[in-house]
């Protein structure tokens, strides 16, 4: 099971940082991915933490802008976010990938994911 949080008002170059508290995985092989969803838009994948192995994956386009991280202590991924812009306004989902310990070179794509958290509203408004 996965709950999201984080979301919210904030204006163009503040920050945010989205938690994904994860439980009920019997161990830590599985990957954790962040998605966002604009209105009419698809759901795309931002970033991906591996929890076993420690591999993640951001986009060149935002790796100074976002950081992924994972808590062991309250097995929780977040996804730290600054400089944010009205584009990055959406919905953001952490998904869940059993038996998996690699992020790969991409962005997590929404059909390797099994395992989904509600989603958590990111508005980007001055």
């Known amino acids: 099971q996965l709950q999201a949080s984080g979301g919210g008002l904030v204006q163009p170059g503040d920050s945010l940082k989205l938690s994904c508290a994860a439980s009920?995985?019997?161990?830590?092989?599985?990957?954790i991915g962040w998605f966002r969803q604009a209105p009419g838009g698809e759901r795309q994948g931002v970033a991906c933490?591996?929890?076993?192995?420690?591999?993640?994956f951001l986009p060149d386009s935002d790796k100074g802008r976002f950081t992924i991280s994972w808590d062991n202590a309250n097995n929780t991924a977040y996804l730290q976010m600054n400089s944010l812009n009205v584009d990055d306004a959406a919905v953001y989902y952490c998904?869940?990938?059993?038996?998996?310990?690699?992020?790969?070179?991409?962005?997590?794509?929404?059909?390797?994911?099994?395992?989904w958290g509600q989603g958590t509203l990111v508005t980007v408004s001055s």
């Open positions: 933490i591996a929890i076993a192995g420690g591999s993640t």
């Open positions: 998904a869940a990938r059993p038996f998996s310990y690699y992020c790969g070179d991409s962005v997590p794509f929404v059909e390797e994911y099994d395992h």
């Open positions: 009920g995985f019997t161990s830590n092989y599985y990957k």
